[in-house]
């Protein structure tokens, strides 16, 4: 899917473009970022954008279920991009970055990814420049909390100021769409350790912080119940990805979210975030 570079820069402020599945290197006389016309409002580039149909009921749609599976030997090879050397994660380790997504949809509709599957923009999937494909991640909207699960299958975006391209669904479930980009942080699972759906109950979940070390995220959680009149049962430890995360939840409608993040905020002199499952 989109092998010709030349293309590629016309597209890379808002579009996912991706290297062949084999060694490849770009044309030296590649078009560079700044030559890129501006964005039509919505954040899409020229003839891209949302379907015309799309399914109904996005928000519904299951995120991506991580699992072990293996490598694609071809789409994990080093490669070049507009002049820019990329090499590809080749095993799955912890990873954690901040910034910016972008989305792609139906210009790319149904072409081939760098995995070598058809694009499907109402699916769960992602590109990442170097993330090993196939692999997942878990992408949450730093200004919401709102947070997705997503497959890893493809490659881009190749722009600076993106660190990762959004299927049409992932990013309308964090609410990007409209306006084409989003600050977000994207964390690499671990299949054998994922903290999926399965593990916790569907419904919004306060998060209060997240610790490398769990004796930390004890101490809060316990200070949480202690100072919020919490039992038992209102406060976890999610250990994934090499963080516990202290969680109270989960609430079934967002504004007892909203309440318990305003009694954090007075008791505990937090700012913690709403996490949506």
């Given amino acids: ?65 991580p699992r072990r599976e293996p490598l694609n030997p071809y789409a994990n090879r080093m490669y070049v991009a507009l002049g820019q050397t990329y090499v590809p994660e080749t095993e799955l380790k912890p990873f954690v970055e901040e910034g910016t997504a972008s989305w792609y949809g139906r210009k790319f509709n149904g072409g ?4 070598g599957e058809a694009y499907d923009m109402y699916a769960m999937t992602a590109a990442h420049p170097t993330l090993p ?40 479930k964090l609410g990007i769409t409209g306006r084409g980009q989003g600050r977000v942080r994207v ?33 809060l959680l316990d200070r949480a119940r202690q100072d919020l009149g919490l039992n038992e049962s209102q406060g976890r430890i999610v250990p994934a990805n090499g963080l516990h995360r202290v969680t109270l939840g989960p609430f079934f409608a967002e504004d007892e979210a909203d309440r318990i993040i305003r009694r954090v905020r007075e008791a505990l002199k937090l700012q913690p975030i709403k996490v949506f499952r």
């Fill in 133 to 172: 494909i196939p692999s997942y991640a878990r992408v949450t909207a730093m200004d919401t909390g709102k947070s997705v699960i997503v497959r890893i299958n493809d490659r881009g975006p190749f722009h600076s100021n993106r660190i990762i391209d959004l299927s049409y669904t992932a990013a309308h």
């Fill in 112 to 115: 081939r990814t760098s995995s």
């Fill in 187 to 219: 964390e690499s699972i671990d299949p054998d350790k994922a903290d999926v759906a399965g593990q916790l109950p569907p419904g919004v979940y306060v998060q209060l912080g997240a610790f490398s070390q769990p004796d930390h995220a004890r101490a």
């Fill in 1 to 65: 899917m989109r092998w010709h570079l030349t293309v590629m820069a016309a597209l890379i402020l808002s579009a996912c473009a991706s290297p062949p599945p084999r060694p490849a290197a770009a044309p030296s006389s590649a078009p560079v970022a700044a030559a890129v016309p501006p964005l039509k409002p919505g954040g899409y580039y020229q003839d891209d954008g949302p379907g015309d149909h799309p399914p109904p009921n996005l928000d519904g749609v299951p995120d991506a279920v």
